[in-house]
């Protein structure tokens, strides 16, 4: 069976996100990119499935060169092979998904993991998007997954709980952590790495349904007060929570 | 005729969920500054209270009803949503953006051809326009969007537009049937956590950090958070560490959460966790070192340690309550 983990490149969630001049998109000055987190989930789910059933583990990526690195990761961590699907400009998800779908078809993978997000746009869409378009099942947000003999059973993270979800190939998959400890990735996984070529070819073209008109910081807080520093400033903080805040 | 925008109401165990009474308010204000018409559509087996949607702007309930539809089932929801909004022609889908939410509103926008944002904040209309805001990089910046074709699907975050006070108007409920269901992917159980609040959807939370020193102590975050019905949060160093599991971490890879008010115990506000709850509305950060970065935030603080000011504190919130 042959998996495909979809994956992103994103600023590190330590990152200072400080926004560019054309005020649409964030200054890349200075910001450390990494394998999407949620993603990291993705391949060590995709890995563990083809240890236990067999298969071929492939990644793609939409985006540019920069994405090389997060590519040499997941192939680091033990993927076979991988693809770039390059475009430098900007897509929205719907762009994203259309061009991942035509590919996923094209190498006839028939299980996909993605993360559940990822950690610069947020908008956790992709991974069912593309399910949608190539007419897969698709389960979302999960923590805990069984596939055999084609049949899935997978929980997804509700609030206050977790669903447990029927469904069958082919599907999508999109990763929460939880779902799995991912591995690090080896000496030999990385000089094995370092051999395997990344296919590149231009992405599909797909229409932006949605433009960002605009970026900017969030309004700055002013800090608050510090009441004290021990047990005596409990009554006060009461007070305040009580009469101020009017939250209890 | 004019134009309609389509209102999904969620529902969990026949109750329509407070976060979707929002959405009905919103999608009653967008439609009217829009020149539209709102409706509503629910999906589920017996539903209670449907016609109160009246009370918050929208006079119309479509209920498709089948005991099979009890439970989410993402194919078979999202087909009964999508051919309903073509038949009405509704241009504007609004969702709500929760775990049913999310799930949904990227295959509705498919099948009905639709542009999608998710995780609006505000928005605003000029002229025929309306341009929507939603935070990215886990809301370390903020983005106006504008979706280019007609059709549009949105999620709103929950909490953040307020649903008020009802009205008097009750709504016409009209109930239909499913027809032929799509159950290929299908909710067979849902196994709840244990009488916890969820952090998601709570309007006070207490959190928990390092300062704690060990998971043991956790009983003083869950004691204080019991007292005032919070839910329990963590920062993601605890949850990583294995104290407390991963539902309760708030923060960039955790969630995003704006309660009414949030207090953070032994949590020194690392970027990644100030990024998922700045927007809470009063923060409250007790802590032992003073130049914390969560004191930045905070509305008020206690720059102190967390095993001296946390007893006194629960008795005395407690000593409230019984008063």
Redesign the interface.
């Not at chain 1, 929980?155 to 069958?168: A, D, L, M, W």
């Given at each position: 069976m042959k998996i495909a983990v979809c994956v992103s490149h994103v600023?590190d969630?330590?990152?200072?996100?400080s926004?560019g001049p054309d005020g649409?998109n964030?200054d890349p000055d200075g910001v450390t990119f990494v394998v999407n987190?949620?993603d990291e989930f993705a391949i060590e789910e995709a890995l563990k499935t083809r240890e236990k059933s067999g298969g071929e583990v492939i990644i793609l990526s939409v985006g540019s060169d920069a994405n090389k690195e997060s590519i040499r990761k997941a192939l680091a961590m033990g993927a076979d092979s991988a693809v770039l699907l390059k475009d430098d400009s900007w897509r929205d998800?719907?762009a994203v998904a259309g061009a991942l779908a035509d590919e996923i078809k094209n190498i006839g993978a028939e299980l996909v993991f993605f993360g559940k997000q990822s950690?610069?746009?947020?908008?956790?869409?992709?991974g069912?998007?593309t399910?949608?378009?190539l007419g897969f099942?698709?389960?979302?947000?999960v923590?805990s997954l069984d596939i055999n003999d084609g049949k899935i059973r997978a929980?997804?993270?509700?609030?206050?709980?977790?669903?447990?979800?029927?469904?069958?190939l082919p599907a999508v998959i999109t990763a929460?952590?939880?779902l799995n400890e991912p591995r690090y990735a080896s000496l030999k996984g990385i000089m094995a790495a370092k051999k395997k070529t990344i296919e590149e070819k231009p992405a599909a073209t797909y229409e932006?349904?949605?433009?960002?008109?605009?970026?900017?910081?969030?309004q700055v807080?002013q800090?608050?007060?510090?009441?004290?520093?021990?047990?005596s400033?409990?009554?006060e903080?009461?007070r305040?929570?009580?009469e101020e805040?009017k939250?209890? | 005729m004019a134009k309609k925008v389509l209102v999904f109401l969620e529902q969990r165990n026949g109750s329509i969920k407070n976060a979707a009474l929002q959405v009905v308010k919103f999608g009653a204000e967008v439609a009217s500054a829009l020149g539209m018409e709102a409706e509503a559509v629910t999906i589920g087996n017996n539903i209670d209270g449907l016609s109160k949607v009246g009370g918050f702007g929208i006079n119309k309930v479509t209920h498709y009803k089948n005991e099979l539809l009890e439970n989410y089932s993402s194919s078979a929801y999202s087909k009964i949503v999508s051919d309903f909004a073509n038949e009405l022609g509704a241009e504007i889908i609004v969702i709500s953006n929760t775990a049913l939410g999310k799930d949904i509103a990227p295959r509705i926008a498919v099948k009905t051809g639709s542009a999608i944002a998710v995780d609006v904040v505000d928005y605003k209309v000029e002229g025929s326009e309306i341009i929507f805001t939603r935070p990215v990089y886990a809301g370390k910046a903020l983005t106006a969007v504008k979706l280019k074709p007609e059709k549009k699907v949105i999620t709103i975050r929950p909490n953040v537009f307020n649903a008020g006070e009802p009205g008097s108007d009750s709504a016409e409920v009209v109930t239909k049937e499913a027809g032929e269901l799509d159950l290929r992917e299908k909710v067979i159980e849902i196994k709840k956590s244990e009488g916890k609040l969820d952090v998601a959807e709570a309007d006070k939370i207490v959190s928990g950090g390092r300062g704690l020193k060990g998971p043991e102590n956790f009983h003083l975050i869950e004691e204080l958070a019991d007292v005032i019905g919070a839910a329990h949060g963590a920062s993601r160093a605890v949850v990583d560490a294995g104290w407390r599991p991963h539902s309760e971490q708030v923060g960039q890879t955790g969630k995003t959460v704006s309660p009414n008010l949030y207090i953070a115990v032994g949590i020194s506000g690392a970027i990644q966790h100030i990024a998922g709850m700045r927007s809470s509305k009063f923060i409250v950060a007790i802590n032992k070192d003073k130049d914390a970065p969560i004191f930045q935030i905070a509305d008020y603080g206690i720059a102190g340690d967390a095993f001296e000011i946390l007893p006194p504190l629960i008795s005395e919130l407690k000593r409230l309550k019984e008063n």
């Open positions: 600023p969630t330590a990152a200072k996100i926004i649409k964030i987190p949620y998800s719907v950690v610069d746009y947020d908008n956790s869409i992709v069912q998007l399910a949608e378009i099942n698709c389960v979302s947000v923590v929980e997804r993270e509700i609030e206050g709980g977790k669903e447990v979800v029927e469904t069958s929460q952590k939880g932006n349904l949605s433009e960002v008109t605009e970026m900017k910081r969030p807080k800090p608050g007060k510090i009441i004290g520093t021990d047990a400033a409990v009554p903080l009461v305040l929570l009580k805040a939250v209890i | -």
